[in-house]
Every structure is written in structure tokens, then in C-alpha cells.
């Protein structure tokens, strides 16, 4: 059965993170996990049809978690995984371009210690092969 382009680029920003080195999940995992770990989280599919095929957009937000004091490594794990990303083509049954990333860091206090939450906003554009 074949993936919808939601699926197609979830998998693919969740490979690159793991061939990345690091620990991925795709929940937000227990407040004892070792930092710093990503959260491949929210996906939105906008999806056009034509006589041709079908193309349209994806927006996924990755979020990166690691302690308050290690704000370099942050984001450049943010960028590494933004970058590799870039040079994506295909992904599974289509074709696939990021058009933008965005990012913001801020501070997470949603536990005893905080936290840095590295957060980028990913906008790819598919087409169906």
C-alpha cells in the first residue's frame, strides 16, 4: 500500500535524524530521557489534484530538547538536521523540496530543570510520482 506524502516526509525527516546520531521520537518521551533528544512532532498536508497528478505542501515541526547551558549545541543539532533536509529530493513514491525552514529557541520550564526547546518549522513541497 502506498504512504500518503504526510507519512512519506514524517519517514524522512525521522531517518535523517537518526542517521544524524541522534536519539529521535516520535512522541514526546519521558520526563527521564537523556538530553538532548529530538521530537519529530506536528505534520500538516495541504494537497492539490490535476489532471496530472497530485502536488502540494507539508509542514512538520521538529523540536529539539537539551539542557538550559548548551545552547550552541542546540542549534546547531537544529541546523545540521534543517541543512540535510535541504538536500533531500525524494522520499519514497515522491518527489520532495524544502522550501523553507524556520526556527526559534526558548526556554522550557515544564520541568524541575530548564530546559532548552529548540523548535524548527519545516515547509516542503511534494508532487506524486
Known sequence: MEKSPEQEVFDVVYMK??????????YLPPEQTAYPFVYVGEVFQQDRHTKSGLFGDVQVTVHVYNDYQKRRETTTMRDRIKH?????????????????????IFIDDSTTEPLLHGVLELEFTFTRR
Open 17 to 26: 535524524c537518526q542517521q544524524l546520531g541522534y536519539d529521535v521520537y516520535d
Open 84 to 104: 540535510e533536509l535541504y538536500k533531500v529530493r525524494n522520499a519514497g513514491s515522491i518527489n520532495l523540496t524544502l522550501k523553507r525552514g524556520t526556527g526559534q
